[in-house]
């Protein structure tokens, strides 16, 4: 099977339905694991993106958070909150088939913060120089919890900021 061309037809039959023009396709071992379109016009929810979809659905199929040895077919290189998720669910590769250079003349996204051109150099400021309002509220409390964490599990921070080499 041709895993990039079966994103490709997803994402274009999400469109035909009246869904966003993203897909992702999970594979391991040649068989699909899992797979989305991204759902956001159709939920109304922001985070619904083809690859936070099928991320889900492919760790809760496998019982981890983890996709070690799976490679992930996405149709675009992935929005800074994908990427995430990407490099937190550790796929063995990730191939995207176009770049937002390519399909930028076809498809605008126009939220109030969000600006895909600009974002890397709004995350790399403070926090209290985004233009996203932020407050730090500083509590105590909020690091006890992370302290409960470590007791009931077990686990030590290493020097590279890690908790052990399953989380």
Not at 4 to 27: D, K, Y
Not at 61 to 80: D, F, R, V
Request: net charge negative; hydrophobic share 35%; glycine share 4%.
């Amino acid at each position: 099977m041709d895993f990039a061309q079966h994103t490709i037809e997803l994402a274009r039959r999400n469109v035909e339905e009246g869904g966003r023009p993203f897909a992702t396709v999970i594979v391991k071992d040649g068989a699909i694991l899992a797979e989305s379109p991204n759902r956001v016009a159709q939920t109304n929810d922001p985070t619904a993106h083809a690859e936070i979809l099928a991320i889900r659905q492919a760790c809760t199929a496998l019982g981890t958070e983890h996709l070690t040895g799976a490679t992930i077919y996405i149709l675009a290189s992935p929005c800074p909150m994908c990427l995430g998720a990407l490099y937190y669910c550790s796929p063995d590769e990730v191939v995207f088939l176009t770049t937002r250079d390519a399909y930028e003349p076809y498809y605008v996204d126009d939220r109030k913060y969000f600006e895909l051109n600009t974002f890397y150099d709004e995350f790399a400021k403070p926090w209290d120089r985004r233009r996203l309002p932020m407050r730090h509220d500083p509590r105590d409390e909020a690091v006890d919890v992370y302290r409960l964490w470590q007791q009931r599990n077990g686990r030590t921070p290493s020097r590279a900021g890690l908790v052990n080499a399953r989380n």
